[in-house]
C-alpha cells in the first residue's frame, strides 16, 4: 500500500493561540507559550499544529480581520518568536500549518486606506458600490440586502470614498475583489512569505465568500427559513449571488499550484485545507477538484457537526460515514472532526459522557483528522455573561440573543492544570474567563489520574492511527441494535480492532462477531458508553464474541 502523507496520518491540531498558553502574564496566549507546550503535543500524539490567525490585527474578530498578512501580531509575540517555534515543532517532527484568511483584510490594512482614497491599483481592490439613491433624510440607501454573517446589512458606508463597501463578516473585514486579478497576486505573494518561512500547510478561512455575482442582485428569500429565522442565523435570504460561485475554486486552484511548486521541489508535501459551509456534499467535494486542476487536499468535513443533534442515535453517525464514503470522488482522502472554535464543544452539545466515544469515532476512521485544543480533555463551553462577551458574533446579536451566537464559551483558556490561571497564566485576569471547572478539569489531573481519563484514552487511541491496520485496514461500519449503538471494524492482514460505541441509556449486548464480516479472534474491542466505564477501558481486549456496553 502507498504510505500515508502527513496530513493523512498524523492528527491535525487547532490551536486558538489567544487560549493555548500565555508566557507573559498578559492574559492572552502567545507564540513563546505554544513553544513551551510542544511537549503536550508529541504527549498526545499529534502530527501537525495549526494556529488560528497570528497576523497583525485590530482584533475586531479576534484575528480573522488582518491589517498585514506578512506580521505576527505583537501581542502574540514576534517574527522571531514565530521562527523559534517553527524550528521547534520541526525539531519534534511536527509540521505548521497556519490558517490564512483570503476573502478579506482588516479596515486597517493599507490596501483599505488607498483604496478609500482610490490610489492606483488598489482602486478596486474591495467590493464598492454606489448607493441606491437616498432616503429623506439625506441617507445613503444599501446598494441591495446582502447580509453580513453576523448580523446585520453587509454593506459599510464611506464617509471619503462615498460609496459603500462590501463586508459579509463585521464592517471591519472589508471584502477583497476578487473580481480584479491583482488582489489574487498579492495575496498569492502573502501565502508565498510564509512558505518561504517553511510552513508546512494552510487552512482557507471561508473561502465560499470569496466572489459575488457581479449583478448585484437581491438574493431571495429563503423559501424553508422558519418564521423565527433572523439574519445572523444564515436562513433568512439564500446566499446565491455571495457564496460558493464557481469562481472560487479557479482562485483556489492558483492557491494550491503555489503550494505544488514547494512540495515539488523539496519533496515536503504542502497541504491546503479549506472551510466552506456547503451543502449537498456533491457540492462539497467540488473542492477537492480534480486530478487535473487540483483544488483543496480537503474540503472540511462538518457532517458531524450539522447532522449530529441532541437526540441522536447509531444510525445518524452511520448516515454520515455512509454517505461520504459513497459520495467522495475516487482517489481522495476523507476527513473528521467535530468541533472548532466557531462551534460548540462537544461536551456541551451533548453530554461529558459523549467526549471518548466522539474523540475515538473521528480518530479512528479511515482520513484525516483535526482535534479542536481542549477535546482531548474533554473541555465544556463556559458560562459567558452578557457584560463579558467579546465575540463581535455574540455582541451584535445583542443580550437577549447573544447566547445562540456568540463563540466565547468555546474559546476559553486551555486548562492546563488546577492552580489559580489554571497554569494558562501567570496574570491575574485573561481575555476570556478561565471556565471555573478548570480546577478538576485539566490536562494535569487527568494524567494523573488513577483510573481512566478523557486524556488517557486520548492518547492511547492517537498511538493506533500509526499502525498499519488503522493505515490500511478495510472499514465496515454501521449501526447496530437499531441504531443503540454504532460500531465498526478495521481489519489488516489478519489483525484489527473494532470501535463500538453505546448511544442510548440502556444496556446494549453485541455480539462482534455475528455484526462483522472476518473479525479476527485476536482483534481488540474499543468500546465506549454513555456511562463511561473504566472497566471496559478502551484497547482492553475483550473476547470478540460478545460485548455488553452499558449505558
Ligand atoms: O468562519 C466562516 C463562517 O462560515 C462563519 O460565519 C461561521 O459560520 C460562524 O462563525 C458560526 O458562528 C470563518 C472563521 O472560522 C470565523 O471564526 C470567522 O469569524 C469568519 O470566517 C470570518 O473570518
Redesign the pocket.
Known sequence: PQPLAWWQQDIIYQVYPRSHMDSDGDGVGDLKGIESKIDHFVDIGVGSVWLSPIYESPMK?FG??ISNFTNVDPIFGTMDDFTSLSNALKEKGLKLVMDF?P??SSDLHVWFNKSIHREGKYEDYYVWRDPKGFDEEGNPIVPNNWIS?FGGSAWEWNEVREQFYLHQ?VAG?PDLNYENPDVLKDMLAALKFWLDLGVDGFRM??VP?MFEDQRFLDEPEDPNRPPTSIPSD?SYWLHIYTYDLPATRDALAEYRKLLDIYSLTDGRERCMMV?A?VNPLEQLFLYYGTKEKPVAHFPFNFEFIKRVTTNFNGTDIAGVVDEWFEKMPEGNTANWLVG????WRIASRFTPEVVDAFNMLIMLLPGSQVTYYGEEIGMTNANITWEETVDP?GCQAGPDRYQL?S?DPERTPMQWTGEAGAGFTTGNSTWLPINPNYRELNVQAQNEASGDSHLKVYKRVSALRKTDTWRYGSLEAHAIDAGAAFGYSRIYQGKGFVFLANYVDSNTTINVGQEFDDIPAQATVYTTSVNFQPETAVGSSISTSSVTISG
Not at 472548532?340 to 462551534?343: E, F
Open positions: 474578530d480573522y480581520d484568511v476573502n478579506h454573517s463578516f473585514q478561512d471561508t465568500s444564515h472551510e459551509y472548532n472554535h466557531d462551534q458574533a451566537f463563540r
